[in-house]
């Protein structure tokens, strides 16, 4: 999912080369790409807390 979402902040021509390592971002792409990254990630953790909280309620009860 993060690089999936990481991917919408560099230009879509070059971003099968980056990935597959052929490519670097230059500085003006690196920021958005790293921002993304972040965002991405923070939303996965977030996600994945509210799938939890069921169960953690779950065995606090028992």
């Known amino acids: 999912m993060a690089v999936?979402?990481?991917?919408?902040?560099?230009p879509k021509c070059s971003a099968s080369e980056i990935f597959a390592g052929l490519?670097?971002?230059d500085r003006?792409?690196?920021e958005p790409f790293i921002l993304s990254l972040h965002a991405a990630f923070t939303t996965s953790v977030?996600?994945?807390?509210?799938?939890?909280?069921?169960l953690w309620s779950r065995l606090r009860r028992r």
């Open 4 to 10: 999936v979402a990481s991917s919408t902040a560099i």
């Open 23 to 25: 490519a670097t971002l």
């Open 28 to 30: 003006t792409h690196i």
């Open 46 to 54: 977030l996600i994945t807390a509210l799938a939890v909280s069921p």
